[in-house]
């Protein structure tokens, strides 16, 4: 059957954050453990499997997300990677383990997916996750079901930026990652603020763009940048990407594009 390996948030190949895509044409899903097995040998952040549905169920296709080492409930750039995939304008529709998500595609490419915001809880602050990301916290909010995050403000873009955390340590963390944020340093840079992400506990050392991270990072950065909806945050991954995003109330859009860069044959 046909494999994709698809940039996503990004306009050019080899940046933003890459992830596997399987179309498959059956009615059902194959055996988990056999898509475990295949998103292993894809060993990307992210691979996509889907199918399609009747529109009775009301969605298109049923999509799941599997890292190298489990399946989540929330994944945004892989996606973002299967609306590109389908090659069609206009709205898809998903059912997913977190609901139905809608991919919107414009004439130019721009996708835009619909998502759940992610409920953020303030939390005490664990010392051993801090030590292993050598941070001082400002706050640390956990980001709800969906995502499952530690979502840790710090002061300066810099800090974010020159992270070198102990993955090893990490990977000891129960919840699905660990999401670092900080405002821009530079207002009018083009970004409004920028975050990293490390999911060791998943199978994901750093994810080079976390669009689902991002229905987290939309209201928290809301709410410290005098209640403005739209914003744009950069990843500031070695790879990097930028997600625009629009606060809908407990809906947030995420808007990237998105590029093909492997189109294959699975074979087994």
Same mark, same amino acid.
């Given at each position: 059957?046909?494999?994709?390996?698809?940039?996503?948030?990004?306009?050019?190949? %080899?940046?933003?954050?890459?992830?596997?895509?399987?179309?498959?044409?059956?009615?059902?899903?194959?055996?988990?453990?056999?898509?475990?097995?295949?998103?292993?040998?894809?060993?990307?952040?992210?691979?996509? %499997?889907?199918?399609?549905?009747?529109?009775?169920?009301?969605?298109?296709?049923?999509?799941?997300?599997?890292?190298?080492?489990?399946?989540?409930?929330?994944?945004?750039?892989?996606?973002?990677?299967?609306?590109?995939?389908?090659?069609?304008?206009?709205?898809?529709?998903?059912?997913?383990?977190?609901?139905?998500?809608?991919?919107?595609?414009?004439?130019?490419?721009?996708?835009?997916?619909? %998502?759940?915001?992610?409920?953020?809880?303030?939390?005490?602050?664990?010392?051993?996750?801090?030590?292993?990301?050598?941070?001082?916290?400002?706050?640390?909010?956990?980001?709800?079901?969906?995502?499952?995050?530690?979502?840790?403000?710090?002061?300066?873009?810099?800090?974010?930026?020159?992270?070198?955390?102990?993955?090893?340590?990490?990977?000891?963390?129960?919840?699905?990652?660990?999401?670092?944020?900080?405002?821009?340093?530079?207002?009018?840079?083009?970004?409004?603020?920028?975050?990293?992400?490390?999911?060791?506990?998943?199978?994901?050392?750093?994810?080079?763009?976390?669009?689902?991270?991002?229905?987290?990072?939309?209201?928290?950065?809301?709410?410290?940048?005098?209640?403005?909806?739209?914003?744009?945050?950069?990843?500031?991954?070695?790879?990097?990407?930028?997600?625009?995003?629009?606060?809908?109330?407990?809906?947030?859009?995420?808007?990237?594009?998105?590029?093909?860069?492997?189109?294959?044959?699975?074979?087994?």
């Amino acid at each position: 059957m046909r494999i994709r390996i698809i940039d996503a948030f990004t306009e050019q190949p %080899f940046a933003g954050n890459p992830a596997g895509v399987v179309v498959l044409d059956g009615p059902t899903f194959p055996d988990a453990a056999w898509m475990q097995a295949v998103a292993a040998e894809v060993n990307l952040s992210e691979t996509a %499997f889907l199918h399609p549905v009747p529109a009775s169920s009301g969605a298109d296709y049923a999509l799941r997300w599997f890292t190298p080492a489990v399946e989540v409930a929330l994944c945004g750039h892989a996606t973002l990677a299967t609306a590109h995939a389908l090659q069609s304008t206009g709205l898809v529709r998903f059912a997913t383990r977190s609901g139905i998500l809608t991919a919107d595609t414009d004439e130019k490419g721009w996708i835009t997916l619909d %998502f759940p915001t992610a409920p953020l809880s303030p939390i005490q602050a664990d010392p051993s996750v801090l030590d292993a990301l050598g941070v001082t916290p400002l706050s640390v909010h956990h980001t709800g079901p969906n995502t499952d995050d530690l979502l840790i403000e710090v002061l300066e873009e810099s800090a974010v930026r020159e992270l070198t955390p102990d993955l090893t340590a990490l990977a000891t963390v129960e919840n699905r990652g660990v999401v670092v944020t900080a405002r821009a340093d530079d207002p009018n840079g083009g970004y409004d603020f920028v975050s990293r992400f490390f999911g060791a506990a998943a199978g994901v050392a750093e994810d080079p763009v976390t669009g689902s991270a991002h229905t987290a990072l939309a209201p928290f950065w809301s709410a410290r940048l005098g209640g403005r909806t739209e914003l744009t945050g950069y990843q500031a991954s070695p790879r990097g990407g930028y997600v625009r995003v629009a606060l809908r109330g407990d809906r947030t859009l995420l808007t990237g594009k998105a590029v093909t860069v492997i189109d294959g044959t699975l074979h087994a």
